[in-house]
Every structure is written in C-alpha cells, then in structure tokens.
C-alpha cells in the first residue's frame, strides 16, 4: 500500500459529512466571508460612478433594481447575517465561553467542544440569515 | 505581528463593522428604499461629514478584515516561507489599493469635486 493510499487531503478535510454540522458551519464561513468581500470590492466600484454624474449613477443602479439584481441582494443579506451571527458565536468559542470543560477521552473520543450549545448557535445563524433575507425580498419587491 | 493579535484585530474591525453598518443600512430605511438611493439624496448623504467619516470607517474596517480574512483562508490551504510572504504582502496590497480607491470616492464627493 501506497503512503497516500490513506490520505484523503483536501477532500477529506472538505468533507462536511464526517463533522456534521459545525463543517458545513467551517464552509458556510469560508464561502460567504469570500461572497462578501467580492461583494464589498464591487460595492466600493458601483459607488464611485457617483463621481461620473447622475446618469452613470443611475445606469449602474438600474442593474441592481432588477429581479435579478435583488436576488442577487437577497443573497447578499443572508451571506451577510450568516457570516455576522456565526462570527459572534466564534469570537465567544475563541475566548473560552460555551466550548465545555475538558473531560477524559474516552472512546470514540467525542471533541467536548462541539457540543449542543454550538450546534444550536449555527442553526439560529442559518434561521436568522433566512428571516433576514424573507425581510430584504419584502422591502425590495414590495411584497 | 503575533498571529493572536492579528485575530484580535480580526475580531475588533468585525464587531466595529457590525456596529456601522447597521448604521449605514437604517440610514437607507429612514426614507423609502428607492428615494435613498437616487443620485441627490446619495450626494446629500456623502456631504454630511459625519457620515462620510462612517463611511471611511466602514471602508477602513471592513477592507482590514476582509482582506484579513482572505489571508487566513489562503493560509489554511497551502503553507510554506515564500507563500505565506507573498499572500500577507498581497492581501496587505489589496487592502491599500481598495482602501485608497473607496477614500477617494468619499472625499471627492464630500468636497464637491462631481
């Protein structure tokens, strides 16, 4: 057998069915902090069409006043919230607060630090970021 | 720089962030959604100085943990002296030049330079 018969490498690290919840939690954080800074990047270019007169300003604002143009908003504001309310539950895990208290490692070996508390945190992210996002396609569609 | 401060800079221009731009975004729902956003009323907004210094701010946090960000996600992928180096020095790159580029929007419009 190959030393890297064994070896999963990125994909096993990727893998968020083997860590449950708090991987797709690891990724969520990843994908939507990247979603967020290409966001702002953009947001930072869209504005600057102000310096160009009013219709430069409306031009690039008619692309966001489109259906499109708010789903794509919409994900904004859930990425947005996701990020926000999963960080505060990792600045709390960061400083010690809700990671348990360590215990004797017995088989299977269950890590203390992802226990209930967390899992439950990560689920409100994803129920907040959802109303949030319910809130955003209310305002903007008008509904 | 100590890689713990880094994250407490992290952490710092995160919670910072929140704060102003839960500002920066009721300050879109003081009037309908759609007039705060036309050109007069943007202009209007960008020539209160204390809301372009909330900008700036904005600007100022969100670019250092952004970038930031980015830097830690590249760094879990891949390690090495030269890569390391090269991916802070260019995550510190983008941060000047976004930095730099937003600054200049909300000082010209402040000053009426449109």
């Not at chain 1, 859930?78 to 004797?104: D, E, Q, S, W």
């Amino acid at each position: 057998m190959g030393d890297n018969d064994n070896k999963e490498g990125f994909k096993g690290m990727a893998n968020p069915g083997r860590y449950g919840i708090e991987r797709v939690a690891y990724w969520l954080m990843r994908i939507t902090g990247l979603g967020l800074l290409a966001y702002f990047i953009a947001h930072i270019y869209e504005t600057s069409t102000i310096l160009d007169g009013p219709s430069a300003w409306n031009a690039m604002l008619e692309m966001t006043q489109t259906t499109e143009g708010h789903i794509f908003l919409t994900l904004v504001i859930g990425m947005c919230v996701f990020h926000t309310a999963n960080g505060i539950r990792l600045v709390f895990g960061h400083a010690g607060y809700g990671v348990g208290k360590p215990g004797r490692p017995d088989y299977p070996y269950p890590a203390k630090s992802l226990n209930m508390k967390g899992k439950a945190c990560i689920y409100a992210s994803i129920g907040i970021a959802a109303l949030a996002m319910w809130y955003g396609i209310a305002v903007m569609f008008g509904v | 720089m100590r890689e713990s401060i880094v994250m407490k800079i992290h952490y710092g221009t995160a919670l910072g962030a929140v704060a102003l731009v839960a500002i920066h975004i009721l300050m879109r729902l003081t009037v309908d959604f759609h007039e705060s956003l036309t050109y007069d009323a943007v202009v209007a907004n960008y020539q209160m100085l204390g809301y372009a210094l909330l900008l700036e701010l904005i600007l100022i946090l969100i670019s250092v943990h952004g970038f930031n960000g980015l830097r830690v996600i590249l760094l879990e992928l891949r390690q090495g002296s030269g890569y390391e180096k090269g991916v802070t020095y260019g995550c510190i790159a983008g941060m000047v030049v976004l930095i730099a580029y937003g600054t200049r929007t909300i000082i010209m419009t402040n000053m009426g330079m449109i």
